[in-house]
């Protein structure tokens, strides 16, 4: 009989923004099913020690902390550089990095607006394009990119990460078709409300309140659920999966209320 294939031993993956929360379940996801991971934020103090968790553990793949702004072309060379010459290859690119504040359009000045765009759209572009060269001379790869609900429908208070975000989905599906001849899959995450050390900070959510993972009736997720698609898309079992936005946000809205979003009503 058929059995799935999640496997992911041996290959070597970039992911950004793996300092913390989804970017951090991301890397250790990967690297506990065998995958070498290259992660980095703009801090190696803060990334350095979830690659030597990663190190550290048994039965494990390998992991490499750099430091590296995305929003900054030549540091991303740097991070396609470093992961090429200590994995020799790069076979899953995960564009996580990203960020956010709440303001209302007519508040959000040229800068705020810029540095989100930079921060959440052109970092994946800069690396896509950077680590996508080593894949396109190579064997191909995979590319899943983080979009999230909020650029599938109106956010308000988020126009500038709303509309980030809906670009990084259309982008996904262009390139999925240009880079199809190139053995290149391009898969996208659409994230719901995570429970993040942001919005934990935000919302006052701590991780001891969160539901466990087997109620089917959240509205709040775990990084770890988001780290499991990741998985599935880096995998030969999402082989036929090219172009699409896989949407995570639990049970479907039935208001705009955050305490309905929590599930506390």
Known sequence: MHEPDYDVTGKTAIVTGASQGIGEAIAKTLAASGANVSICSRSMDRVGPVADEINDADDAGEALALECNVREREQVQNLVDETVETFGDIDVLVNNAGGEFVAPFEDISA???????????????????????????????????????????????????????????????????????????????????????????????????????????????????????????????????????????????????????????
Request: aromatic share 4%.
């Open 111 to 265: 800068n705020g607006w810029q540095t989100i765009v930079d921060l959440n759209l052109n970092s994946t572009v800069h690396c896509t394009q950077l680590a996508g060269e080593v894949m396109r001379e190579g064997s191909g790869g995979a590319i899943i990119n983080l979009s999230s609900v909020n650029g599938q429908h109106a956010a308000p208070g988020e126009s500038h990460y709303g509309a980030s975000k809906a670009a990084i989905i259309r982008l996904t599906e262009t390139l999925a078709t240009e880079w199809a001849d190139d053995g290149i899959r391009v898969n996208c995450i659409a994230p719901g409300l995570i429970q993040t050390p942001g919005v934990a900070e935000t919302l006052g959510i701590d991780s001891e309140d969160m539901p466990p993972r087997e109620k089917t009736d959240r509205r709040i997720g775990h990084v770890e659920e988001i780290a499991d698609v990741a998985q599935f898309l880096s995998s030969p079992a999402a082989s036929f999966m090219n172009g699409e936005t896989v949407t995570v946000k639990g049970v479907p809205r039935a208001g705009n209320s955050m305490s309905k979003d929590l599930g506390l009503e």
